[in-house]
Nanobody, 123 residues
Framework: QVQLVESGGGLVQTGGSLRLSCAASGRTFSSYAMGWFRQAPGKEREFVAAVSRSGGTTHYADSVKGRFTISRDNAKNSVYLQMNSLKPEDTAVYYC????????????????WGQGTQVTVSS
């Protein structure tokens, strides 16, 4: 089992940057593929990015490709989301999630979730 706690959200202007962090508890962090999802008001939670257990493979939603970078540090039990060139449409609550096995873009395959951190991009 793993517990996840996100941090780093906030208010930023269009074109700005934020770095989200997700700290995981437990000794088996490296056995989980990790993902970031987001949910805007009135919308379903959507995939943003995922990283494999080793960190060697990453996947991105088309809407963030080239602007966001997911990474992980297994020694620190942490996963990060560097967000650059932010747009108002990036405004959402961002969630960190963990799953066993391979990476996935499918929300329902992730069994562990953090509480979320709010990102607001002003125009």
């Amino acid at each position: 089992q793993v517990q996840l706690v996100e941090s780093g959200g906030g208010l930023v202007q269009t074109g700005g940057s934020l770095r989200l962090s997700c700290a995981a508890s437990g000794r088996t962090f490296s056995s989980y593929a990790m993902g970031w999802f987001r949910q805007a008001p009135g919308k379903e939670r959507e995939f943003v990015a995922a990283v494999s257990r080793s960190g060697g493979t990453t996947h991105y939603a088309d809407s963030v490709k080239g602007r966001f970078t997911i990474s992980r540090d297994n020694a620190k039990n942490s996963v990060y989301l560097q967000m650059n060139s932010l747009k108002p449409e990036d405004t959402a609550v961002y969630y960190c999630a963990a799953k066993g096995g391979l990476t996935s873009r499918v929300r329902n395959e992730y069994g562990y979730w953090g509480q979320g951190t709010q990102v607001t991009v002003s125009s």
